[in-house]
Nanobody
């Protein structure tokens, strides 16, 4: 049974930081592609950042602009998204997702999704 549980969202001021966590069970994070996505109301989910399994290669959306860092703690089997310099435009529900392998940018190819965590940034 694969389960992804997000945490760490909240309400913060512009310029503040948050660290999101995705705790995984039923899979090993360093053997899969792990992605963070965001979703605005009424829109499709879009990739924020991803990290691949064997290589540990990272990918970021252009709007990240160097502000976010994806990482993983293999001992805890958890993937993190450190978000610094948050903007009001970052307000969204953030989801963790996984797939075994493949292009990290293809949203529809991810197999399992968490329930999401709300990030709200006030300007």
């Amino acid at each position: 049974q694969v389960q992804l549980t997000e945490s760490g969202g909240g309400l913060v001021r512009a310029g503040a930081s948050l660290r999101l966590a995705c705790a995984a069970s039923g899979l090993t994070v360093n053997q899969n592609v792990m992605g963070w996505f965001r979703q605005f109301p009424g829109t499709d989910r879009e990739l924020v950042a991803a990290i691949t399994g064997s290589e540990g290669k990272v990918y970021y959306a252009d709007f990240v602009e160097g502000r976010f860092t994806i990482s993983r703690d293999n001992a805890e089997n958890t993937v993190y998204l450190q978000m610094n310099g948050l903007k009001s435009e970052d307000t969204a529900v953030y989801y963790c997702a996984t797939k075994y392998a493949g292009n990290p940018y293809y949203t529809k190819t991810y197999d399992h999704w968490g329930q999401g965590t709300q990030v709200t940034v006030s300007s």
